[in-house]
């Protein structure tokens, strides 16, 4: 990781950026970031305030404090110290941010996102490629609310210019995309957005701010599932939207009005797994491109679709814009069908079988992308198997799917 340093990207202009501290590194910012001293109160790690009501001196001073309750103790729903530092350390990570609010999911935190920036009768642009959950939101209750969403091929490029109508509002970005990991060329689709005055968002989980910050290469808003590789240990369900100083207060408002909230322990096991990023990132790439590269020469295996390998959609984008690669990618396998793959996945003694991702364990999943897709087809020979690589020793990962490979052939007769 750090092949190129985040100070070439720069900041957009007029951007007030809480996120400009860029004098250090990536690794000391994930350490200092968001642990002011009158929120810790002199501990390390910032404490974990529990709180609904909170008490006035004087009912001026309640009148007062209505007016501004941003980070400032006002009423529960707002947040406590807890939120705020983990919310303010990850505007830190993203050069150009103005501000981050939490969310009790991922799906909370898209899901407002996208009703942040849209009204009735607006279109949505939305990669073919994004989270079922996302696309269950636009096909399902933007769509009751007078939303419509066009689906676009995530290798568009600049070609997103000739999407763009009248009634275009916001596009929706997913690098790389879920389950067939398609990197995006998303400064140029924030170019062709930002001419036609159309608003951008990505789900930026995959990389998070450390090997992709969203906002500097462009995008306005930038969405994390949290639950992945921020928690980073498999134990609490998190979100987080992360904007630019244009689309904050629209941003902020929605998150107010819809009561968007997150409890003090979960930010604070979201806070706790953010100041050990950078050296479980570094593992889980070493590690997941050692176990890529080897799925890569086996004969059942047609493909390998990881960002960082030649033959992934956009692997040549990713290594112009990421500076990294995380531990989750997909594997085709060269023929077979759901029953060997079944065999492959069910024998495994190191993978976990289960959703989510992002933490220390490794796990596989069967998927099948062909059916979530409209508007480009999804063609492989045989069935998709995606893996979350964890932190254990890769050598005994690499055992683990020989042995299942092993059990693919011998289902497969
Ligand atoms: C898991 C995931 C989400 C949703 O996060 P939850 O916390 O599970 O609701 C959103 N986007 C992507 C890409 C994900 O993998």
Redo the contacts with the bound molecule.
């Keep these: 990781m750090g092949r190129r340093s985040h100070h070439a990207q720069g900041d957009g202009p007029g951007v007030s950026g809480k996120g400009d501290a860029k004098a250090h590194g990536d690794a000391t910012r994930l350490v200092q970031a968001g642990r002011r001293p009158e929120w810790t109160g002199g501990v390390v790690n910032p404490p974990v305030w529990r709180a609904s009501t909170i008490l006035y001196d004087t009912v001026g001073e309640m009148r007062a404090r209505n007016r501004d309750t941003h980070h400032k103790l006002f009423y529960g729903r707002r947040g406590t110290p807890t939120q705020w530092s983990l919310a303010d350390a990850l505007t830190e990570m993203e050069p150009g941010a103005e501000g981050t609010l939490l969310y009790s999911?991922?799906?909370?935190?898209?899901t407002t996102a996208l009703l942040a920036v849209l009204s009735p009768g607006d279109e949505l642009l939305m990669v073919d490629s994004a989270?079922d959950?996302?696309r269950a939101f636009c096909n399902g209750l933007l769509r009751r609310y007078g939303v419509t969403t066009r689906y676009y091929d995530p290798m568009i490029g600049a070609g997103i210019a000739d999407l763009i109508g009248e009634k275009t509002r916001a596009i929706f970005m997913?690098s790389p995309g879920?389950l067939t990991f398609e990197v995006q060329d998303v400064p140029a689709i924030c170019a062709a957005a930002k001419a036609r005055g159309v608003v951008t968002l990505i789900?930026n989980?995959?990389a998070t701010p450390l090997l992709f910050p969203a906002i500097g290469h462009g995008v306005d808003i930038s969405?994390l599932?949290?639950?992945?590789y921020i928690v980073g240990h498999s134990d609490a369900?998190?979100?987080s939207v992360t904007a630019n100083a244009e689309y904050w207060p629209a941003v902020r408002n929605t998150t107010y009005a819809l009561g968007q909230h997150v409890g003090p322990d979960d930010a604070w096991l979201g806070a706790r797994g953010l100041r050990t990023l950078a050296v479980r990132m570094e593992r889980h790439q070493a590690s997941a491109l050692a176990v890529a590269e080897w799925l890569a020469e086996q004969a059942d295996v047609a493909s390998v679709l990881h960002p960082a390998l030649p033959g992934c959609p956009g692997h040549e984008i990713w290594r112009r814009d990421f500076s990294g690669a995380a531990g989750l990618f997909a594997f085709t396998l060269a023929d077979g069908d759901d029953a060997a793959r079944a065999a492959l996945i069910d024998g495994l003694e190191l993978f976990g079988i289960g959703?989510?991702?992002g933490g220390y364990e490794s796990l596989a999943i069967p998927a099948d992308p062909g059916p979530l897709r409209t508007a480009t087809p999804w063609m492989a020979a045989g069935p998709l198997v995606r893996l979350q690589i964890g932190l254990e020793d890769p050598a005994d990962l690499i055992a683990d799917l020989a042995a299942g490979l092993d059990r693919f052939r011998a289902a497969r007769g």
């Design positions: 999911s991922g799906v909370a935190a898209v989270y959950p996302t997913e879920s789900d989980t995959w969405i599932a949290c639950t992945k369900m998190l979100g959703y989510s991702w």
